[in-house]
């Protein structure tokens, strides 16, 4: 049986170290601030945005949540966004995903200051990202680097399998993992809805990373002895074991593919606490930065 990746322990120590950061900011008079934009009533979103206010709060980032009426114009939504760009309390800005239909994504994250995108979506962060050098990189597919660093599993001269091509999650950590640094250098295959014999890949991987937003794809059969396998997935799938009538499940079939691999990652408790806390980290990396700016 595998071993789990123990996100929401790992994320606990990350916040623990920041703590740390936060105080000696303090010392030079600046508090780190997280600026979060919530438009709509998304359920998912809504938990999600509550999740990071306490974890901001928890390591002494002052957070301040905006809800937004669905209903609102893309010039009212833009006018706040550059409102946030303007303020020095600020010092990172997250647009919550996904918008209402009518408000585009793209152009709307594009007006967020490179300088505080601690999302790491703006083109100017995976610019960087892709080059190889500073800047804040995404926050899920560094939090997985992170969750793999922290078990000291390198990916280093291995061979990942990224299952899905998300500008979110596949894209960014494909280019995280084939960095020339440590706790990555390896060989990235891509897998994606256009790759005709998705587990020939898998089963050649070392690392699977399913990335793919399809509950319980990657199975047993799809995996390799002893492969480490981080699932970044969370489906709500109906159960009558449930109180609610559902149940949280990853990409990949827990029971199957943890009789197989060496290290698996839960859901819930995996990846998720882990994006949080490198959100926290780009906020507080903003803050020093602004100390020299």
């Known amino acids: 049986m595998a071993n789990l990746l123990d996100g929401k322990k790992t994320a606990e120590n990350i916040r623990t170290a920041l703590k740390e950061r936060v105080k000696a900011l303090a010392a030079k008079g600046v508090r780190p601030g997280l600026s979060v934009t919530l438009v709509g009533e998304d359920p998912a979103s809504k938990v999600y945005v509550g999740a990071k206010d306490a974890a901001a709060t928890d390591v002494g980032i002052q ?14 939504l833009a006018d706040h966004l550059e409102k946030q760009n303007r303020d020095p309390a600020v010092h990172g800005i997250l647009l919550q995903l996904p918008l209402p239909a009518h408000l585009p994504s793209d152009k709307l994250l594009n007006l967020i200051s490179a300088s505080k995108d601690v999302d790491g979506f703006h083109p100017i962060s995976l610019g960087n990202l892709m080059l190889g050098r500073q800047g804040f990189k995404p926050c899920t597919p560094w939090g997985v680097q992170m969750l793999l660093k922290a078990y000291n599993l390198s990916p280093e001269g291995k061979h990942v399998v990224v299952v899905g091509r998300s500008n979110i999650v596949g894209k960014p950590i494909a280019n995280i993992l084939i960095q020339k640094e440590a706790f990555a250098n390896a060989t990235v295959t891509v897998c994606h809805t256009g790759t005709p014999d998705i587990a020939y890949h898998t089963r ?12 319980e794809v990657i199975t047993g059969d ?14 709500r799938v109906k159960s009558d074991k449930a109180k609610s009538g559902f149940k949280l499940v990853g990409d990949v079939h827990f029971e199957s593919v943890a009789a197989k691999a060496s290290y698996i990652t839960p859901v819930p408790g995996g990846v998720g606490p882990m994006t949080i806390a490198m959100l926290l980290t780009n906020t507080v990396q903003s803050a020093e930065m602004s100390l020299v700016r």
């Open 63 to 76: 957070a301040w949540t905006h809800r937004l009426p669905a209903t609102i114009s893309e010039k009212d």
């Open 204 to 215: 050649q991987a070392d690392f699977i990373i399913a990335a793919v937003g399809k509950a």
């Open 222 to 235: 799809m995996v390799k002895e002893g492969a480490v396998v981080v699932d970044v997935g969370v489906n």
